[in-house]
Every structure is written in structure tokens, then in C-alpha cells.
């Protein structure tokens, strides 16, 4: 297993709805494809995500991943230390 850098999870996941939505950059697309290749989490996050916005059914212009849905993914990474730094 390669280090993993959560920092390229977060920047991923921050993204992630864009990307769904193909609204990025094609080389920026291609720099999250060669992340998920390598991340089996983000991986995850991408079909949980997916199926969240097919699940609901949400309108091209409202599809952003709700605050509740991303933080409960965040906490699956791991990744809560980062919404709440605990002193
Ligand atoms: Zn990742």
C-alpha cells in the first residue's frame, strides 16, 4: 500500500460533485481519475455519492452533495478531524 494523503482525498471529495457533474477542467478530471485509481476510499465516496444523487432524484442545478451526506462520508475517511480539529 502507497502512502495515502488524506490532504488529496479532501481536495478530491471538495470536487466531487463538479466532477460528477462534469463541470471540471478535463486535465483536472484526469488528476481525480489517477487519484481513484489508487484510492480505494474516494472510490467509494464516488458510487455513494452517485447513487445519493440518483436516489433523490436532484435537479442538474441543485446537484451538490448535501452537507449531512458529506459529512458522514468524512467521518467513514476518517477525515473528521479536518471538519472538527480538536484542540
Ligand atoms: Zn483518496
Known amino acids: 500500500m502507497t502512502d495515502h494523503l488524506h490532504d488529496n482525498c479532501k481536495a478530491l ?22 487519484h481513484l485509481e489508487g484510492c480505494d476510499n474516494c472510490r467509494v ?19 451538490t452533495v448535501p452537507d449531512d451526506v458529506r459529512e458522514r462520508l468524512f467521518k467513514r475517511l476518517k477525515l473528521d478531524d479536518y471538519l472538527n480539529p480538536q484542540p
Open 45 to 63: 465516496v464516488l458510487n455513494t455519492t452517485k447513487r445519493t444523487i440518483d436516489l433523490v432524484h436532484i435537479t442538474p442545478e441543485e446537484q
Open 13 to 34: 471529495l471538495g470536487s466531487l460533485s463538479e466532477y460528477i457533474d462534469g463541470e471540471l477542467p478535463s486535465d483536472l478530471c484526469r488528476e481525480i481519475e489517477k
